[in-house]
T-cell receptor
């Protein structure tokens, strides 16, 4: 069975500093990995995904993520944090379900707080 | 395009009451999903519909039923609400439900069961 772990409930960073939000995964087949962001009182929005190819994936709002197969990790990064990046971040992995559909499994989420 | 829409946005029920949460998408997606979000629990899949005419149970289906009314609409019904169903409910859709598909989420329904 697939699983995703986000080991940090909360990450605090000062504006202008680099940020990292951690994610590790476990799947039986090829990993298809996603990051989503949730702003207060909103639904989740897609940030980026890793399917295959280059291990460094670039996404929306200046975010990127590095896929590391040996460490089974997919950490989200940004070189310079903004206060507006403060939100809840979810890592997700997809595996095969019924009817040919691939079912995503989400991590518990990491609250990112960027201090001015 | 409105994307994924959900109604209502807020709802308060008494224990034992029933209600239906509505979800619609205008992106011509085949797959649709219902999740609940609870503090510290992340998103948990309740039911999903890989395509029109099919539905399957997710991780936490007990106490819920779903209907894929047509390609656009996927409703979630609580037959007899319980306080444990107090949560934020999100509907999502994806083009094919394939491994590489991005999900698109609605704004959520905040449900309180007293």
């Amino acid at each position: 069975a697939q699983s995703v772990a986000q080991p940090e409930d909360q990450v605090n960073v000062a504006e202008g500093n680099p940020l990292t939000v951690k994610c590790t995964y476990s799947v039986s087949g090829n990993p298809y990995l996603f990051w989503y962001v949730q702003y207060p009182n909103r639904g989740l929005q897609f940030l980026l995904k890793y399917i295959t190819g280059d291990n460094l994936v670039k996404g929306s709002y200046g975010f990127e993520a590095e896929f590391n197969k040996s460490q089974t990790s997919f950490h989200l990064k940004k070189p310079s944090a903004l206060v507006s990046d403060s939100a809840l971040y979810f890592c997700a992995v997809r595996d095969k379900g019924g009817g040919g559909s691939y079912i995503p499994t989400f991590g518990r989420g990491t609250s990112l707080i960027v201090h001015p | 395009n409105a994307g994924v829409t959900q109604t209502p946005k807020f709802q308060v029920l008494k224990t034992g009451q029933s209600m239906t949460l509505q979800c619609a998408q205008d992106m011509n997606h085949n797959s649709m999903y219902w999740y609940r979000q609870d503090p510290g629990m992340g998103l948990r899949l309740i039911y999903y519909s890989a395509s029109e005419g099919t539905t399957d149970k997710g991780e936490v289906p007990n106490g819920y039923n779903v209907s894929r009314l047509n390609k656009r609409e996927f409703s979630l019904r609580l037959e007899s609400a319980a306080p444990s169903q107090t949560s934020v409910y999100f509907c999502a859709s994806a083009k094919q439900g394939a491994s590489t598909d991005t999900q698109y989420f609605g704004p959520g329904t905040r449900l309180t069961v007293l």
